[in-house]
């Protein structure tokens, strides 16, 4: 049997999807640890962009932020906190959350600082307070962009999530690494089918969440009804 036909029969027999080591306890860790992953970089990375897309200041430091974040190698920061805070679930986590944060705070900001002026400068005539500013009429707007930068890191996490396997934690990466030490190669072709089909579904399950908020569809509303009659107004001025 060829090492592809070998790797399908495993996934498809049912025998190997039951138990704590089967496939499907496998699949819930993997997306438990991105999940951890992705919450707390969103917690870090969504109200920093907010903060500097609406203030519009800190822009190149935050250029270079992401830059360097984003050169940052995950399986050499994982070894270095295995080095400095031992085995457990918290060197992975923090190892996916930085390399979630770039784009989520990327996205987050880009959503902001692309939101049209005239629609902000139409709330803040109506008296608009800042917060309101951003929570009713930036955030609504920037939201395909934010979900764009969520969707980028989730993809991103999930398809990195295998390296928990790497410090004798569960997830699909347990099939490559197992796979790797027994030679046993058609396990760790089971693993990275598992891990890109996973990635591809969760992938599209947020890109039909982008779809759904992509402004002049119609789908979700971007501006409340009030600003738009600000909008409406200011524009039937400027034109008498």
Same mark, same amino acid.
Do not use: C
């Given at each position: 049997m060829s090492?592809?036909?070998s790797? #399908?029969?495993?996934?498809? %027999?049912s025998?190997?999807?039951?138990?704590a080591?089967?496939?499907g306890?496998r699949?819930?860790?993997? *997306?438990w640890?991105? #999940?951890l992953a992705? $919450?707390?970089a969103?917690?870090?990375?969504? &109200? +920093? /962009?907010l903060?500097i897309g609406h203030?519009?200041?800190?822009?190149?430091?935050?250029?270079?932020?992401?830059?360097?974040?984003?050169?940052?190698?995950?399986? @050499?920061?994982?070894? #270095?906190?295995?080095?400095?805070?031992?085995?457990g679930l918290?060197a &992975?986590?923090?190892?996916?959350?930085? *390399?979630?944060i770039?784009?989520? *705070?990327?996205?987050t900001y880009? /959503?902001i600082?692309?939101?049209?002026?005239?629609?902000?400068?139409? $709330?803040?005539?109506?008296?608009?307070?800042?917060?309101?500013v951003? #929570?009713?009429?930036?955030? &609504?707007?920037?939201? &395909?962009?934010? *979900?764009s930068?969520?969707r980028n890191?989730?993809?991103?996490?999930?398809?990195?999530?295998a390296?928990?396997?790497?410090?004798?934690?569960?997830?699909l990466?347990?099939?490559?690494f197992?796979? +790797?030490a027994?030679?046993?190669y %058609?396990?760790?072709?089971? @693993?990275?089918?598992l891990?890109?089909?996973l990635?591809?579904v969760? %992938?599209g399950l +947020?890109a039909l969440?982008?779809w759904?908020?992509?402004? @002049?569809?119609?789908?979700?509303?971007r501006?409340?009804?009030?600003v738009?009659?600000?909008i409406?107004?200011?524009?039937?001025?400027?034109?008498?």
């Amino acid at each position: 049997m060829s090492l592809f036909g070998s790797a #399908f029969s495993y996934i498809f %027999d049912s025998a190997n999807w039951s138990g704590a080591s089967g496939i499907g306890a496998r699949i819930l860790e993997h *997306l438990w640890y991105s #999940f951890l992953a992705i $919450a707390v970089a969103a917690v870090i990375a969504v &109200p +920093l /962009g907010l903060l500097i897309g609406h203030l519009r200041k800190g822009e190149a430091v935050l250029v270079g932020l992401v830059n360097a974040m984003r050169s940052l190698p995950t399986l @050499g920061i994982l070894t #270095f906190l295995v080095l400095l805070i031992g085995l457990g679930l918290k060197a &992975p986590v923090i190892a996916l959350v930085l *390399l979630g944060i770039p784009p989520l *705070l990327a996205g987050t900001y880009a /959503g902001i600082a692309n939101v049209q002026p005239n629609v902000v400068d139409a $709330a803040r005539s109506m008296g608009m307070t800042e917060s309101q500013v951003l #929570f009713r009429v930036e955030v &609504p707007n920037a939201l &395909p962009l934010i *979900l764009s930068g969520l969707r980028n890191a989730t993809l991103q996490v999930i398809a990195t999530a295998a390296v928990a396997a790497y410090v004798n934690l569960g997830g699909l990466g347990r099939y490559i690494f197992d796979g +790797l030490a027994l030679y046993k190669y %058609d396990r760790v072709l089971v @693993g990275s089918i598992l891990v890109a089909v996973l990635a591809l579904v969760i %992938d599209g399950l +947020l890109a039909l969440a982008v779809w759904a908020a992509t402004p @002049g569809s119609g789908r979700l509303r971007r501006t409340p009804p009030d600003v738009i009659t600000a909008i409406a107004a200011r524009q039937k001025a400027a034109k008498v």
